[in-house]
T-cell receptor, first 110, second 111 residues
Framework: SQTIHQWPATLVQPVGSPLSLECTVE??????LYWYRQAAGRGLQLLFY??????ISSEVPQNLSASRPQDRQFILSSKKLLLSDSGFYLC?????????FGPGTRLTVT | QKEVEQNSGPLSVPEGAIASLNCTYS??????FFWYRQYSGKSPELIMSIYSNGDKEDGRFTAQLNKASQYVSLLIRDSQPSDSATYLC???????????FGTGTRLKVLA
């Protein structure tokens, strides 16, 4: 069965600091992977999606970036965090019949 | 701008009643429709998907799709306190990897 791991689970970072969130998937190969952000009281916002190693599509042209260095690894990064980057960050895998979200990282930018 | 609209709630129903959650979408070419359940502080969990007009039943859950009217609904029969959560509607378009999510409806089932 498929499993998604995300870390860290929670993070408190000052404005202007860098960010690196990691997502790994087990139990499948060449998965379609997604990064979403859910701000308080708002819906899920798609940030990036990837259909393969090195293939990243960006939906949000802000201070965030994503990379996929390995088939089952997806990384979300920022060089300088903004207050508006606070939220619940979710990695998701989507197969032909199944879909799974990771446990999420709750980021608070202070 | 493609949109998915949901009433934020909370929708309160007594235990054992039918809970009815609704969602409307703006993109007429949408092909796939999904309902997710999200408990407070947790990640969403896919509970239903529907692709054709009509009803689709899975246990106590029934998804209903009406493409002409551009709405999709979720019925939860015999509602239980454990069903209390936020329900997210998502809509996808054929040929894309992207789903548009609504902001969710908070459901409270009262014991």
């Amino acid at each position: 069965s498929q499993t998604i791991h995300q870390w860290p689970a929670t993070l408190v970072q000052p404005v202007g600091s860098p960010l690196s969130l990691e997502c790994t998937v087990e139990g499948t190969s060449n998965p379609n992977l997604y990064w979403y952000r859910q701000a308080a009281g708002r819906g899920l916002q798609l940030l990036f999606y990837s259909v393969g190693i090195g293939q990243i599509s960006s939906e949000v042209p802000q201070n965030l970036s994503a990379s996929r260095p390995q088939d089952r690894q997806f990384i979300l990064s920022s060089k300088k965090l903004l207050l508006s980057d606070s939220g619940f960050y979710l990695c998701a895998w989507r197969g032909s019949l199944l879909e799974l979200f990771g446990p999420g990282t709750r980021l608070t930018v202070t | 701008q493609k949109e998915v609209e949901q009433n934020s709630g909370p929708l309160s129903v007594p235990e054992g009643a039918i809970a009815s959650l609704n969602c409307t979408y703006s993109d007429r070419v949408s092909q796939s429709f999904f309902w997710y359940r999200q408990y407070s502080g947790k990640s969403p969990e896919l509970i239903m998907s529907i692709y054709s007009n009509g009803d689709k039943e899975d246990g106590r859950f029934t998804a209903q799709l009406n493409k002409a009217s551009q709405y999709v609904s979720l019925l939860i029969r015999d509602s239980q306190p454990s069903d209390s959560a936020t329900y997210l509607c998502a809509v996808g378009t054929s040929g894309t990897y992207k789903y548009i999510f609504g902001t969710g409806t908070r459901l409270k089932v009262l014991a």
